[in-house]
């Protein structure tokens, strides 16, 4: 569904060149799980905006369902985008003056219009979705009065609202505690194998233990792929992967 070839970003700090993320190749079948880990600053969220469609690479290419995503109209990628690919960022990006239920449903709007018929389904799905990640108490509550869990949990069933052939993640948990965390990864992964898509999640936490597909390492803008299990997984204790560079 999306191969990925040599996806390179160069950034420039006055005459400091920057390179955020080096020649950088994946393939994601379609229901595929893949999870990236990295440090602060590696590229992670750098590469997953390049795949979403956000940031347009400095070179490299991006097929999407065999489409150079790249080399189309910004109209026509953003189309693209707003029906194929869900996001969830670290920081929810939940619009203020709108409550949870307008907040789900602006994606669907803005792809299927205000038709009263498609406002009947659209409403209908945003309900399901919010009654899936537990909030059926929240829909007409504004985003200031929610917990960042809850925050998390709306920027889901938001991403989700136009059926997504794939989802991405940037650090989903990255601002809640541990407990919470887990509660998100567990409604991510339900969702994800209720929906029948395929999920991209980049994560500083190296510590996730769903049954991802494929793992990757990004270590200074090169991505790596986890090639075998780790000693632990071989001898019962926790132990280092082992890394293959994908160049």
């Known amino acids: ?17 920057i390179e955020a993320v080096r020649n950088a190749q994946i393939e994601i079948q379609k229901g595929e799980s893949i999870l990236i880990t990295g440090p602060s600053g590696a590229g992670k969220s750098t590469f997953l905006h ?28 953003s189309k693209i985008r707003n029906e194929k690919v869900g996001f ?13 239920m307008e907040n789900v449903m602006l994606p669907a709007l803005m792809r299927k219009g205000k038709n009263k018929k498609a406002l009947k389904d659209i409403k209908k799905r945003a309900e399901s979705l919010l009654k899936s990640v537990g909030l059926t108490g929240r829909l007409n509550h504004r985003p ?8 998390q949990r ?3 069933a938001r991403s989700l609202i136009n059926s997504p052939e794939i989802l991405l993640c940037d650090e989903p948990t990255g601002n809640l505690d541990s407990k919470i965390g887990n509660e998100i990864m567990d409604c991510l992964w339900a969702l994800r194998n209720k929906e029948n898509m395929a999920l991209c999640m980049v994560t500083h936490d190296e510590c996730l233990h769903n049954d991802f597909d494929k793992r990757f390492k990004i270590r200074d803008g090169s991505l790596e792929e ?16 082992k890394w293959q560079v994908c160049r």
Do not use: C, W
């Not at 065999?66 to 026509?76: A, H, L, M, Q, R």
């Not at 969830?88 to 949870?100: A, G, I, R």
């Open 50 to 77: 390049m795949l979403g469609g956000f940031d347009k690479p400095t070179k490299g290419d991006l097929l999407f369902d065999g489409i150079n995503f790249y080399k189309i109209p910004d109209k026509v990628r």
């Open 144 to 151: 200031a009065e929610l917990s960042g869990g809850e925050s």
């Open 88 to 100: 969830v960022f670290q920081f929810y990006h939940l619009l203020p003056e709108f409550n949870v």
């Open 226 to 241: 986890n090639i075998g299990k780790t000693i632990g997984e071989k001898n019962g204790t926790e132990g280092l992967h």
């Open 1 to 17: 569904m999306i191969k990925a070839i040599n996806l390179s970003k160069t950034f420039y700090q006055g005459r400091v060149k």
């Open 154 to 156: 709306v920027a889901i």
